[in-house]
């Protein structure tokens, strides 16, 4: 098992350019989210799927779009990507919660918007 | 508002000596509570996670306390070691309507000193 996918591990791009940050999970689980890790301020929620086709905001879901087309990937998309929005991302991978599951996180993608 | 408060933000201790990292949260339907190691660049790990029907739990130098009446829960580590130096991180769940999402804390920095 890969566990959680991430890609790309790096990114540069441009104000106003988009991007899509790619998450796949080989252990047919249900849940997965997105955090952003900033320093000093510990991991924070922006979206989270319970399965294909449903999707929830998080703490700060301002500026990204999610889907859910199957169970396997849940991609994050900035659609025009701001400096405040330069960040480390983790995608993160359980059974659904109301299991009290750990959550298994991937590598990150390490963002910096110029 | 849902949140988890974390104490201390950085904690330096003697090696050998014990940690105490201290969390409260505010949503009282919270059941869930994981605790998280990031060691630098790495990913968030599971170390130790407690469920709301059980107030204490060890696996070996790590141990993790939980009081529901004041909602509030602590992770200890005994016998400190320089391979604990890294940030952890404390989490709870906030129930929703299709299921629950993790709130995390800010972190804590954890230095052992030789």
């Known amino acids: 098992n890969a566990g959680v996918t991430q890609t790309p591990k790096f990114q540069v791009l441009k104000t106003g350019q988009s991007m899509t940050l790619q998450c796949a999970q080989d252990m047919n689980h249900e849940y997965m989210s997105w955090y952003r890790q900033d320093p000093g301020m510990g991991l924070r929620l922006i979206h989270y799927s319970v399965g294909a086709g449903i999707t929830d905001q998080g703490e700060v879901p301002n500026g990204y779009n999610v889907s859910r087309s199957t169970t396997e990937d849940f991609p994050l998309r900035l659609l025009s990507a701001a400096p405040s929005q330069t960040s480390v991302y983790f995608c993160?991978?359980?059974?659904?919660?109301?299991?009290?599951?750990?959550?298994?996180f991937g590598d990150g993608t390490r963002l910096s918007i110029l | 508002g849902e949140n988890v408060e974390q104490h201390p933000s950085t904690l330096s201790v003697q090696e050998g000596d014990s940690a105490v990292i201290k969390c409260t949260y505010s949503d009282s339907a919270s059941n869930y509570f994981p605790w998280y190691k990031q060691e630098l660049g790495k990913r968030p790990q599971l170390i130790i996670d407690i469920r709301s029907n059980v107030g204490e739990k060890k696996d070996q130098r790590i141990a993790v306390t939980l009081n529901k009446t004041a909602k509030h829960f602590s992770l200890h580590i005994t016998e400190t070691q320089p391979e604990d130096s890294a940030v952890y991180f404390c989490a709870a769940s906030i129930p929703q309507n299709r299921d629950d999402k993790i709130i995390f804390g800010k972190g804590t920095r954890l230095h052992i000193l030789p």
């Open positions: 993160a991978s359980s059974p659904l919660l109301g299991y009290n599951q750990p959550q298994h």
